[in-house]
Nanobody, 124 residues
Framework: QVQLVESGGGLVQAGDSLNLSCVVSGGNFKAYGMGWFRQAPGKEREFVSAITWSGGASDYVDSVKGRFTISRDNAKNTVYLQMNSLEEEDTAVYYC?????????????????WGQGTQVTVSS
């Protein structure tokens, strides 16, 4: 059974930074694409960022480009989301997920396993 545990969320002020982590146990992490998604109150869950199995390519939603950076450490079975210059609009529950195709695609339909989420709250 593949399990994902996110951490690193919290309450910060606009302009601050947070680094989210997601540790994956079970399965073959090195073969997985990994994605980050978020869900704000009253809104649908949306794609934030993803990275391929090798870490050689990554993708971002336009609203976070230049501010967020996704990375992975295959030796630690961990994917990270470094979030800089946080804005109130980034307030959401952030989820990491496993893309078994390995390609880190945008559509949720490719993601089979999900973490429980970590809350990020950005105040003005």
């Amino acid at each position: 059974q593949v399990q994902l545990v996110e951490s690193g969320g919290g309450l910060v002020q606009a302009g601050d930074s947070l680094n989210l982590s997601c540790v994956v146990s079970g399965g073959n992490f090195k073969a997985y694409g990994m994605g980050w998604f978020r869900q704000a109150p009253g809104k649908e869950r949306e794609f934030v960022s993803a990275i391929t199995w090798s870490g050689g390519a990554s993708d971002y939603v336009d609203s976070v480009k230049g501010r967020f950076t996704i990375s992975r450490d295959n030796a630690k079975n961990t994917v990270y989301l470094q979030m800089n210059s946080l804005e109130e609009e980034d307030t959401a529950v952030y989820y990491c997920a496993v893309d078994a195709s390995g390609w880190g695609l945008r559509s949720e339909s490719y993601y089979r396993y999900w973490g429980q989420g970590t809350q990020v709250t950005v105040s003005s």
